[in-house]
Nanobody
Framework: QVQLVESGGGLVQAGDSLRLSCAASEHTASLYMMAWFRQAPGKKRDLVAH????????YYADSVKGRFTISRDNAKNTVYLQMNSLKPEDTAVYYC???????????????WGQGTQVTVSS
């Protein structure tokens, strides 16, 4: 069982930056896909960004494109989400997810972290 532990969330003001980290309990090179999802109160869990194991393929939701950057360091077994120019609508619990296969949907990911709260005040 792979364990994922997120960190880096917090309360910031609009326009600020945060970097989320997700540390995996095993070599991330074996986790083909890693992703960040977010879920705001009363809303479904949405994909924010994903990255394949080499980092050669990334995807971003339109709402974060140009502001967020996903990256991974397989030597440190960690995936990151750099979030710049944060907006109040970015407020959510952010979850790290991983799978050994090429997957896209939240329902397809096998491993999940516990989530970290990001709150952006206006």
């Amino acid at each position: 069982q792979v364990q994922l532990v997120e960190s880096g969330g917090g309360l910031v003001q609009a326009g600020d930056s945060l970097r989320l980290s997700c540390a995996a309990s095993e070599h991330t090179a074996s986790l083909y896909m890693m992703a960040w999802f977010r879920q705001a109160p009363g809303k479904k869990r949405d994909l924010v960004a994903h990255i394949n194991w080499t980092g050669s393929n990334t995807y971003y939701a339109d709402s974060v494109k140009g502001r967020f950057t996903i990256s991974r360091d397989n030597a440190k077994n960690t995936v990151y989400l750099q979030m710049n120019s944060l907006k109040p609508e970015d407020t959510a619990v952010y979850y790290c997810a991983a799978d050994r296969r090429w997957v896209v949907l939240a329902t397809d990911y096998e491993y999940w972290g516990q989530g970290t709260q990001v709150t952006v005040s206006s």
